[in-house]
């Protein structure tokens, strides 16, 4: 176990070493054409391979895609050597990739989450396991955020397994969680994400006052900002108390505010 103690901190990795996880996640791979982020020394990319039709892997870290070219042969397998985030969406094959099976580096997390919510992808992901509390953190708690109300709005999920902290080297200080996500149909416009991310900065505020200190974002696009206070509905309520659903609403009806059509009450 040597080498996993040298893996490069400045990508803020743990690799996992544990196989039966690995088989685990795998075993949501069967005959489909799977996506990984981040393979690192290949634990779980060798055990995607035995079972998907096709392996995607995108490593960034020059000298553990050079580790996988040299150790891994699989005829099912393509490496890249690339930040995915960079990577062209032809290269990676998005068009037919069915799931995206990965062991997410904590500092890629959110960029993660936003690029499947982006493709519409499913997704079997071993988190950190504060991170996956923040995702599915319900309305009224401390953990509720945008984050929170954006993966719920999207996605359908389900918790399939814990793994212990041991189960990585370097050993992280907390443990982390499988999780399967599953997009749902309901769809998010560009304009109600900014307006979520707007209003869910001041999450333990009133949203009469979420909106007046988002001012600058609303005049940004156009808006009175004064004028929608006195448009939407629930503008008592705590923002951070609202349910996913009743902040897309809120996002609604602010733009419908902004375009100068009534907002419509709710109970």
Do not use: W
Not at 84 to 98: I, Q, S, Y
């Amino acid at each position: 176990m040597g080498r996993y103690a040298k893996a490069p901190k400045r990508l803020g990795q743990n690799f996992l070493i544990n196989s039966a996880v690995a088989a685990a996640e795998a075993e949501h791979a069967d005959g489909k054409r799977v996506l990984e982020i981040g393979p690192g020394h290949g634990v779980l990319t060798r055990e995607l391979c035995r079972r998907a039709k096709r392996v995607v892997a995108v490593e960034l870290d020059n000298d553990l895609f050079r580790e996988l070219k040299a150790n891994m042969h699989e005829e099912n397998l393509k490496l890249i050597n690339k930040d995915f985030l960079d990577a062209d969406e032809r290269e990676l094959e998005l068009g037919d990739t069915d799931i995206v099976i990965s062991n997410i580096p904590y500092s890629i997390s959110s960029s993660v989450i936003d690029f499947l919510l982006e493709r519409r992808l499913q997704a079997v992901l071993c988190l950190q396991k504060e991170f996956v509390e923040r995702m599915t953190a319900k309305a009224g708690t401390r953990d509720y955020s945008r984050l929170s109300v954006m993966f719920q709005l999207c996605f359908s999920y389900t918790k399939l397994m814990r793994v212990s902290r041991g189960s990585f080297r370097p050993i992280p200080k907390v443990d982390s969680e499988v999780i399967y996500a599953k997009p749902n149909d309901r769809c998010v416009s560009d304009e109600e994400k900014g307006i979520i991310n707007a209003i869910m900065q001041h999450k333990k505020k009133k949203v009469r006052n979420a909106i007046l200190d988002s001012d600058l974002y609303f005049r940004g696009i156009g808006c009175d900002t004064k004028a929608l206070v006195d448009l939407v509905p629930d503008k008592e309520a705590r923002v951070f108390k609202l349910e996913p659903e009743r902040v897309l609403a809120l996002a609604r009806d602010i733009i419908k505010g902004c375009s100068g059509a009534p907002a419509p009450a709710r109970v």
